[in-house]
């Protein structure tokens, strides 16, 4: 209860109108909750990257400004923590004609260059958890490449004839004898604006501690390449995504999760009040090898069609169904049967 007078407190002390102060923060967020029906779990209630944050910016002369964000998960669905979950990107930096430099928790650089994707609040079928592209083992074995790091410093440049490049130097909170930038890096270059025209991208994650929870001694490189064209509602894109890993451990034990890959097209289209929106990935794999036990592996193909519905600018309801490919390493798996995904929601934005 405490916990909840506090949240509310806080909400409502930044919501205070500062007009004559134009540094002011600005408090955003997400309300996203879903019925998920899912192949041998039944229907559940389930929250879809409800979110809260504040950020904002301020001017301390000579060309440059601070800037900075917090902005944490919030258990729309209810739960023991007081409404709040996991912390999201949250960071403190400086910005000028240079660029810009921030340091906290982020998302890489690979993961800044995924296209727009109408269905990434979905725990099943978005690009974000590495389920829809079939690259994620089940559990914390998450190989996808859709990485948001602690301990990180990203540099992003400004904004030179449509091209930008992003940098991010990563450590090892595990093991501070051995922390350096270098435990981890990402990189990227892009093109165009994901708004409007012409958007391509390519980006490269290099892992060599343990940055990820599902092992240690981590050799692993992601490579990623977008290409998307927006203009008058339409949005179509197509993403590539490479993993090579040449070594990992599992609960102290050498495993070998080989050389994967998948290619994923997706398109939305506006039409007034109606989105009707599509995706679809083709995974390729490697066999793999996992505390010393071989899984023999076969390609896959995951599909999803969806369509949102406008109630105004800033609210949408929607419908998705969803088939992930019995054959996919996308961690949900029911008795080596495809995994089928229905879901009925609703999503406002402030």
């Known amino acids: 209860m405490k916990k909840n007078i506090l949240a509310v407190a806080i909400a409502g002390a930044m919501a205070v109108p500062f007009a004559a102060n134009a540094s002011a923060p600005t408090l955003y967020g997400q309300m996203n909750i879903a019925v998920d029906s899912v192949t041998d779990n039944g229907s559940a209630v389930v929250n879809r990257n409800s979110r809260l944050g504040v950020k904002g910016s301020e001017d301390v002369g000579n060309g440059l400004k601070v800037v900075y964000q917090f902005e944490t998960t919030l258990v729309a669905n209810g739960g023991d923590n007081g ?69 990180v410093v990203v540099y992003i440049s400004p904004n030179i004839n449509g091209f930008q490049v992003s940098l991010a130097g990563i450590t090892d909170a595990e093991e501070p004898k051995n922390q ?87 398109a939305a289209y506006t039409m007034g009040d109606f989105t009707p929106r599509a995706k679809v990935a083709f995974v390729s794999y490697d066999d793999i090898v996992i ?29 998705e169904y969803g088939v992930l490919d019995k054959n996919s390493l996308s961690g949900v798996r029911v008795n080596d049967k495809s995994t089928d995904v229905f879901t009925v929601g609703i999503a406002h934005s402030f």
């Open 291 to 319: 505390e010393d036990e071989k899984f023999k592996t076969k390609d896959a193909t995951n599909y999803t069609i969806g369509l949102d519905y406008a109630l105004g600018k800033k609210t949408r309801t929607f419908v």
């Open 83 to 151: 409404g709040f979950g996991g912390q999201r990107n949250t960071f403190v930096g400086v910005a000028g004609g240079f660029g810009t430099v921030i340091a906290g928790r982020h998302d890489t650089p690979l993961r800044m260059i995924q296209p727009n994707d109408r269905f990434n609040d979905s725990a099943y079928l978005g690009n974000n958890t590495g389920r829809f592209g079939g690259l994620n083992l089940g559990g914390d074995a998450n190989f996808s490449g859709e990485d948001r790091v602690d301990n």
């Open 180 to 266: 350096a930038l270098g435990n981890g890096y990402s990189a990227s270059l892009s093109y165009g604006s994901k708004r409007n025209g012409l958007y391509a991208a390519i980006g490269l994650t290099q892992a060599t501690k343990d940055l990820y929870a599902a092992g240690e001694n981590i050799d692993q490189q992601n490579t990623r390449a977008v290409v998307q064209y927006s203009d008058a509602g339409l949005v179509v894109s197509a993403m590539y995504n490479g993993v090579n890993t040449k070594k990992v451990e599992i609960d102290g034990e050498r495993s070998d999760l080989g050389n994967h890959s998948n290619i994923v097209l997706g």
